[in-house]
């Protein structure tokens, strides 16, 4: 079914296949700088988030698939733009089927999908300018939500008391003078730097 990916499982099932081919997996590590050799990337210097401990790792080959999020160890700022988006679980009102909407407020995609037993709705996409630490759910993403989902389910009236859970999360999005951030692509690519 789509949208139906469990993301922690996920990355397991990744760690787990790149072990089986050979690699050393790090939990819980940070890469705080690069390291060069003649000009090219060799590895990195890594710290261990719950030890504080400290070492250096190096490899042939280095892929950096974190995007703008990790702009601050080159330029010691991100270089993108922050899109904020929040997910509500609610009862289960779907059995297999997923909906993609259309929000009445502002032109938005928003999404209602059966999740676990229980309907996840999302998501908001807005410009965001807050700590990237501290990501938060607000009462007027709840509330757009909740009252977008209305408009549309004419079997339920969801209200604050119906969430069961909540979560907020951050997109990094390329620089653009779009206005809002639903309107910049999401479009990806791979760019190698003059260090390999």
């Not at 996920?10 to 050799?37: P, W």
């Not at 909540?166 to 620089?175: D, F, H, P, T």
Request: hydrophobic share 40%; net charge negative; charged share 25%.
């Amino acid at each position: 079914m789509d949208a139906q990916t469990d993301d922690a499982r996920f990355v397991l099932e990744l760690i787990d296949g790149a072990q089986a081919i050979g690699a050393v997996c790090l939990n819980y590590c940070k890469v705080t700088r690069f390291l060069e050799k003649n000009g090219k990337l060799s590895g990195a210097g890594i710290q261990d988030q719950v030890t504080g401990e400290t070492a250096e790792v190096y490899a042939a080959q280095i892929v950096n698939t974190s995007g703008q999020w990790s702009a601050d160890l080159q330029h010691k700022q991100l270089v993108g733009r922050f899109s904020k988006g929040i997910h509500l679980l609610l009862p289960k009102i779907l059995e297999t089927e997923a909906l993609l909407l259309t929000a009445k407020a502002d032109g938005r995609v928003f999404f209602v999908i059966p999740w676990y037993g229980l309907t996840l709705l999302g998501t908001t996409d807005s410009d965001y300018d807050g700590d990237i630490d501290h990501v938060t759910v607000e009462a007027e993403e709840v509330n757009y939500l909740l009252s977008e989902a209305n408009r549309v389910l004419k079997t339920v009236n969801w209200t604050e008391q119906d969430i069961i859970g909540c979560y907020a999360g951050l997109r990094v999005l390329k620089q653009s003078t779009e206005r809002v951030s639903f309107s910049i692509s999401r479009d990806w690519e791979l760019i190698t730097s003059k260090t390999g």
